[in-house]
């Protein structure tokens, strides 16, 4: 059985380890190639955009995918619908792996927001020293706040310089630890943290940290996911996978 693995997270990883060398089934594992240092898996892997819909719709073909799994991002929201859309048009299953998001906890000193320009807004006019760890690609929304000083930690630079008047940018990838981030924060005198709510254990630390600090965190909403159902747990997404191998019969591998 064919299985096109949809990844760039740390559960997409985590599947790829549990599909490497599993019988009956041929795995392949794709990256955006967002990140210039890619972690090569232990299956088979492919980097690079497939061209919109018609493009991943004709690899699903081409390649005789029997079974599509969406472990991307949970805001990697355009390349989840393309993969709702190619999945039904050629008649694969579609099963999608992603984390479940970030409850708020007593003491936790939570302002939700539904995106980055509701999250710059949400900061106030007072100056204040952000720590804005949302990624690299959104981060030109808050150049509409630019009263406020910016901590921006990226896992790689990002493509252009911030158009932010007053910021420095950090690198780091996750999982960050509690005693690190309580440091930073208050190294740094930060106010306010801005976060995407993406789940998962690598980045939760920092909003342990801000708890513990008082510090408030504007939190910026999912995207609305696909409809269907959702697992967490890539062990799950492996046991649906050799449930699939047993009753399926492949296209071709
Ligand atoms: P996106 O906006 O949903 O997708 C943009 C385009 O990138 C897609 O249309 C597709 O190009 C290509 N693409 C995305 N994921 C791909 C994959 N796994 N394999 C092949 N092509 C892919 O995605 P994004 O937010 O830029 O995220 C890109 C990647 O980084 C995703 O794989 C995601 O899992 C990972 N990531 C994202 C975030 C985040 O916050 N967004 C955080 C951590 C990791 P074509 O239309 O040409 O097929």
């Given at each position: 059985?064919?299985?096109?693995?949809?990844?760039?997270?740390?559960?997409?990883s985590k599947l790829?380890?549990?599909?490497?060398?599993?019988s009956?089934?041929?795995?392949?594992?794709?990256?955006a190639g967002?990140?210039?240092?890619?972690r090569p898996?232990?299956?088979?892997?492919?980097?690079?955009?497939?061209?919109g819909?018609?493009g991943?719709s004709?690899?699903?073909e081409?390649e005789?995918?029997?079974?599509?799994?969406?472990?991307?991002?949970?805001?990697?929201g355009?390349?989840?619908?393309?993969?709702?859309?190619?999945?039904?048009g050629?008649?694969?299953?579609?099963?999608?792996?992603?984390?479940?998001?970030w409850?708020?906890?007593p003491?936790d000193?939570?302002?939700?927001?539904?995106?980055?320009?509701?999250?710059?807004?949400?900061?106030g006019?007072e100056?204040?020293?952000v720590?804005?760890?949302?990624?690299?690609?959104?981060?030109?929304?808050?150049?509409?706040?630019?009263?406020?000083?910016?901590?921006?930690?990226?896992?790689e630079?990002?493509?252009?310089?911030?158009?932010?008047?007053?910021?420095?940018?950090i690198h780091?990838r996750?999982?960050?630890?509690?005693?690190?981030?309580e440091?930073?924060?208050?190294?740094?005198?930060?106010?306010?943290?801005?976060s995407?709510?993406?789940g998962?254990?690598?980045?939760?630390?920092?909003l342990?940290?801000?708890?513990?600090?008082?510090?408030?965190?504007?939190?910026?909403?999912?995207p609305?996911?696909a409809?269907?159902?959702?697992?967490?747990d890539?062990?799950e997404?492996?046991a649906?996978?050799l449930?699939?191998?047993?009753t399926?019969?492949?296209?071709g591998?």
């Amino acid at each position: 059985m064919r299985v096109l693995v949809l990844g760039g997270t740390f559960e997409a990883s985590k599947l790829a380890d549990l599909l490497a060398g599993q019988s009956g089934i041929s795995p392949i594992l794709s990256f955006a190639g967002r990140t210039t240092a890619i972690r090569p898996p232990q299956i088979p892997y492919r980097i690079g955009g497939f061209g919109g819909v018609d493009g991943l719709s004709a690899y699903l073909e081409a390649e005789n995918i029997d079974v599509l799994v969406d472990a991307t991002h949970p805001f990697a929201g355009q390349i989840s619908r393309h993969a709702a859309i190619a999945a039904a048009g050629v008649n694969i299953p579609l099963i999608v792996l992603s984390r479940p998001a970030w409850v708020a906890q007593p003491g936790d000193q939570r302002i939700e927001v539904a995106d980055m320009a509701a999250a710059a807004a949400a900061l106030g006019r007072e100056p204040k020293r952000v720590f804005l760890t949302i990624g690299r690609l959104q981060i030109g929304a808050f150049s509409a706040a630019p009263q406020h000083f910016y901590l921006i930690r990226t896992i790689e630079s990002p493509a252009f310089p911030p158009g932010l008047p007053r910021h420095r940018v950090i690198h780091g990838r996750g999982p960050f630890a509690f005693e690190a981030e309580e440091k930073l924060l208050r190294e740094e005198s930060i106010d306010v943290v801005v976060s995407k709510n993406s789940g998962g254990e690598a980045a939760f630390a920092k909003l342990v940290a801000a708890r513990h600090l008082g510090l408030p965190v504007v939190m910026v909403a999912r995207p609305r996911q696909a409809a269907g159902p959702v697992l967490h747990d890539p062990a799950e997404v492996m046991a649906l996978l050799l449930h699939h191998c047993s009753t399926l019969t492949p296209r071709g591998v």
